[in-house]
């Protein structure tokens, strides 16, 4: 079956189960995500964020979705991104346990989804998503460790999800988690700051 039969659950979960090495790269998971790789990727670089992750996965992920981001700005129709970075590889056991919690809410999300809010589909509207989407990465970047990430994770996700299954609701629901995720990191970069300043 092609990938753009695939529902995103199941895209996931094969990219899990994949036993060939104890790594996998992200040229693999770009590859697996076939017609639909800009939403898909979202989703897929957002879901490791949405669970306590060491460092530099989120900022591995965060790097990634700026760069698929800014490419949404600029209408670019397939996503383009370094080698070097193509060849930067996640732990399986790491997108196994992602898997292993995200999928059976993605199937939740997917059985309630449907085409919704055209409106969402407009070029203007992809470039606002896209200015967003980049403000998300880069708070990803410098969210606070293990668990700082989770919200914008969840919100990255949900818009991720929302672009596939074309869902303006879930959208603008992915859009407003991510910015309560945002005013969380920036509310950390000031406190680091703050306390910087004070110990100086």
Same mark, same amino acid.
């Given at each position: 079956?092609?990938?753009?039969?695939?529902?995103?659950?199941?895209?996931? !979960?094969?990219?899990?189960? $994949?036993?060939?090495?104890?790594?996998?790269?992200?040229?693999?998971?770009?590859?697996?995500?076939?017609?639909?790789?800009?939403?898909?990727?979202?989703?897929?670089? !957002?879901?490791?964020?949405?669970?306590?992750?060491?460092?530099?996965?989120?900022?591995?992920?965060?790097?990634?979705?700026? *760069?698929?981001?800014?490419?949404?700005?600029?209408?670019?129709?397939?996503?383009? *991104?370094?080698?070097?970075?193509?060849?930067?590889?996640?732990?399986?056991?790491?997108?196994? $346990?992602?898997?292993?919690?995200?999928?059976?809410?993605?199937?939740?999300?997917?059985?309630?989804? $449907?085409?919704?809010?055209?409106?969402?589909?407009?070029?203007? !509207?992809? $470039?606002?998503?896209?200015?967003?989407?980049?403000?998300?990465?880069?708070?990803?970047?410098?969210?606070?460790?293990?668990?700082?990430?989770?919200?914008?994770?969840?919100?990255?996700?949900?818009?991720?999800?929302?672009?596939?299954?074309?869902?303006?609701?879930?959208?603008?629901?992915? *859009?407003?988690?991510?910015?309560?995720?945002?005013?969380?990191?920036?509310?950390?970069?000031?406190?680091?700051? !703050?306390?910087?300043?004070?110990?100086?």
């Amino acid at each position: 079956m092609s990938a753009a039969a695939l529902k995103t659950s199941e895209i996931l !979960a094969g990219l899990a189960a $994949r036993q060939h090495a104890d790594r996998i790269t992200v040229r693999e998971v770009v590859s697996a995500l076939g017609e639909r790789a800009y939403s898909l990727l979202i989703v897929v670089l !957002a879901l490791p964020n949405c669970l306590p992750m060491p460092p530099p996965i989120p900022l591995i992920c965060g790097i990634l979705l700026a *760069l698929v981001a800014v490419q949404i700005l600029t209408g670019r129709p397939q996503p383009w *991104l370094p080698q070097r970075l193509l060849d930067r590889s996640l732990a399986r056991k790491d997108v196994e $346990r992602a898997a292993a919690r995200a999928v059976p809410w993605l199937q939740k999300l997917e059985r309630v989804a $449907r085409p919704r809010f055209g409106i969402l589909a407009s070029d203007r !509207a992809m $470039r606002l998503i896209g200015i967003a989407l980049l403000a998300f990465s880069l708070a990803l970047v410098f969210a606070a460790p293990i668990i700082g990430q989770i919200p914008l994770g969840l919100g990255i996700a949900l818009v991720g999800l929302g672009l596939v299954e074309r869902d303006g609701y879930v959208v603008i629901g992915g *859009l407003i988690v991510g910015s309560i995720g945002t005013s969380l990191s920036l509310g950390f970069i000031v406190a680091l700051v !703050a306390g910087a300043e004070a110990m100086l």
